[in-house]
């Protein structure tokens, strides 16, 4: 199957630009196409896309038509602009449930004016595959399409969950990324009663900063008045207050059983908290695997039993760089059917949207193997990595350390880490979470050691200090948030804290909110 995936993406773009200068059309097996064409990355793409976005061009990279843009990694370092094509944008996602009543939590910027000079829009591919979902399927969601396109992620969440909770039909919730879904799990705890007595009138509270035209409309749809909702809703958040809301979403809606969200890789650290809300009795599940490169890469093979594995999607053809390897340009890379289980690696892809042999930075667990190939979990952005004095700090190893605390607090826990510039001997961890430890230093050390081979030898042989935890203020993220919203053409939904951190905007924003803590709790 391998080589009939490859052989359709090389005939199909043999015409193009770049398909001319590697010839496409003279590569017959897979042996070929790796002796010919090296490993990528973006840059090898990046004056081909520079021509796309000013000028219109086209048949460049892919035979397919560009249409927008997405913005890649702007969050977590350098923004790189993503050719999307209508294909990619309609295949991003897998196809709902039909039978589903889904509760989507995002928002739809108002803001289209991202433009490049070729008038492209710019637009996270997340964002930009929901919507398109949203419109194909409209009667499995609840709410109307305008309580997305609002002000602010603060107020389409409000609107949201306004209708959400009007509806006692709903069976899954849905949103891009875990962070949301606790945002929006934030603004029911703290505004519940103010969200009841909207129900209970008809209307939207003035406090919520809704355009006029836009109010009047949403107030139509919601159906006018209903009280006996709001009392129903009353009884029952009044008790979940009592109970510190613990397992509460339940209760609200008694037939979900999914909450439908990306929560692979170093999103899992959100799961513990999520679970303190909804109970055993909901599962967690990442809807997909995807990048912007190649839209889907995964999708899940057991959604219910466990919360990232992924089975391969076979519209790509994939290679596998072995983690020892990865710090090669051109390592030889392995066939689906050569990799092992348990180990992991760089994935690298090839793809109908003008991506070949492409080296995006994501590394993944091989879990075992099916079927249709190896089944998968979203490790990480490998690449994210600091240097201290001759070790290499790799951002999975670093989030599997934290996941050793994680799993011991239901509060929520963020983190960065960057080198603590007064020694230079040392990791600094700054980590936001209302349930502190005086001595979690020593704690994630050792659990960094058991994680992390040459991290352990190097603090045995006292090449580098045991690192420091620094706790910061709550509310500490959301002002990075913030300033990297004013950075980026990304919004704010679509924002992820980058957890290595070397800029020196960032580090001033964590050192302003560092806090001491008392000597008085422990592990």
């Known amino acids: 199957m391998a080589n009939a995936v490859l052989s359709q993406i090389l005939s199909t773009n043999q015409e193009t630009e770049i398909g001319k200068k590697w010839n496409f059309k003279g590569i017959s097996t897979i042996d070929e196409f ?33 249409i927008q843009f997405a913005p890649s990694s702007g969050t977590t370092g350098k923004m790189k602009l993503i050719p999307v094509t209508r294909t990619t944008l309609e295949k991003a996602l897998p196809v709902p449930n039909t039978r589903s009543r889904i509760l989507l939590l995002m928002s739809v910027p108002i803001d289209q004016s991202y433009m490049t000079p070729s008038k492209m829009p710019i637009q996270a591919m997340s964002v930009g595959a929901m919507w398109h979902q949203f419109e194909t399927y409209p009667n499995i969601y609840v709410g109307p399409k305008e309580a997305y396109n609002l002000e602010s992620l603060p107020v389409a969440l409000y609107v949201q969950l306004l209708f959400g909770l009007k509806d006692t039909t709903v069976n899954v919730i849905k949103s891009i990324f875990i962070p949301v879904v606790l945002t929006a799990i934030v603004e029911l705890k703290t505004k519940w009663r103010q969200i009841i007595n909207d129900i209970r009138l008809g209307k939207i509270n003035t406090n919520i900063p809704v355009a006029p035209e836009k109010r009047d409309a949403l107030e139509k749809l919601l159906g006018g008045p209903d009280p006996a909702r709001a009392d129903a809703l009353q009884t029952i958040l009044q008790q979940a207050e009592e109970l510190n809301f613990k397992d509460f979403i339940p209760t609200l809606w008694p037939n979900v059983k999914l909450i439908n969200c990306l929560c692979s890789g170093n999103l899992e650290c959100f799961i513990p908290t999520l679970k303190y809300y909804i109970g055993s009795s909901v599962h967690v599940s990442s809807f997909v695997y995807a990048c912007s490169e190649a839209g889907t890469i995964g999708t899940p093979a057991k959604p219910l039993e466990q919360t990232s594995l992924f089975q391969l999607v076979p519209q790509h053809f994939y290679e596998f760089i072995p983690l020892a390897e990865t710090s090669q340009d051109q390592p030889l890379t392995l066939l689906a059917s050569e990799v092992e289980k348990g180990r992991i690696y760089e994935i690298v892809m090839t793809t109908h949207t003008g991506f070949y042999r492409y080296r995006n930075g994501d590394y993944i667990k091989v879990i075992e193997q099916g079927d249709n190939g190896p089944l998968i979990d979203f490790y990480g952005r490998g690449k994210m990595t600091l240097y201290l004095r001759e070790h290499i700090l790799y951002e999975v190893n670093i989030e599997q350390a934290i996941t050793s605390f994680t799993s011991t607090t239901s509060s929520r826990v963020d983190y960065i880490v960057s080198i603590d510039d007064s020694t230079y001997s040392r990791y600094k961890i700054w980590i936001e979470c209302s349930d502190v430890r005086d001595n979690l230093d020593t704690f994630l050390d050792k659990s960094l050691q058991n994680v992390d081979e040459t991290y352990k030898y190097d603090r045995q042989h006292d090449k580098i200090e045991q690192l420091k935890v620094v706790w910061l203020k709550i509310g500490t993220f959301s002002k990075i948030l913030e300033f990297m919203n004013c950075k980026t053409y990304v919004v704010e939904a679509q924002l992820k804290i980058p957890r290595i951190v070397l800029q020196n905007e960032i580090l001033l924003i964590l050192e302003q909110n560092s806090i001491c803590i008392p000597s008085n709790t422990t592990l």
């Open 34 to 66: 790796r002796k010919t064409i090296p490993l990528t990355t973006y840059d090898d793409y990046k004056p081909y896309i520079d021509r796309i976005a000013e000028s219109g061009e086209q048949n460049l990279i892919t035979e397919d038509t560009v």
